[in-house]
């Protein structure tokens, strides 16, 4: 069974930058898409961005030009550089494998980490 560990989360004052981790238990990482996804208190669950098995990437219109995926297949890793903080980037972030051609989520989650950006 696969198991998500993220770390990488805290608190953070607005301009900030923080990277999270997600290290994957199991084989066959390599052929996944993976994600991140996030939710803030009384929203839904929403996608912040996505990585292919070829390294392509999609991001929300609200991270643009400040969050990087990214992935490293040798060591199970996907990581999530977040710059220029904003107080709306609040939320609960959660690691996800995806699926193998489309890039609807996965059935796989991590347990969530917290980034708190704040003054």
């Known amino acids: 069974q696969v198991q998500l560990v993220e770390s990488g989360g805290g608190l953070v004052q607005p301009g900030g930058s923080l990277k999270l981790s997600c290290v994957a238990s199991g084989s066959g990482f390599n052929i996944y898409r993976w994600g991140w996804y996030r939710q803030a208190p009384g929203k839904q669950r929403e996608l912040v961005a996505l990585?292919?098995?070829?390294?392509?990437?999609n991001y929300a219109d609200s991270v643009k030009g400040r969050f990087t995926i990214s992935r490293d297949n040798a060591k199970n890793a996907v990581y999530l550089g977040m710059n220029s903080l904003k107080p709306e980037d609040t939320a609960v972030y959660y690691c996800?494998?995806?699926?193998?051609?489309?890039?609807?989520?996965?059935?796989?989650w991590g347990q969530g980490t917290q980034v708190t950006v704040s003054s």
């Open positions: 996800n494998r995806g699926r193998l051609t489309t890039n609807a989520p996965g059935d796989v």
């Open positions: 990585i292919t098995s070829g390294g392509g990437t």
